[in-house]
């Protein structure tokens, strides 16, 4: 059984940040490369259907 703790403030904060660093080369990458733009758009305007 998996037993629900409370995680530190600060270690929250950090994973956050470390998240927010090794994304930004990606976040760059679709902003800056004209076709891998054009490719996440497409990717944005499909609808989910079940």
Known sequence: MVETR???PMLKLEADLGFETSSHPIRDHFAKVPEARAFLQEIR??????
């Open 45 to 50: 305007s499909y609808q989910v259907t079940r």
């Open 6 to 8: 409370n995680i530190h």
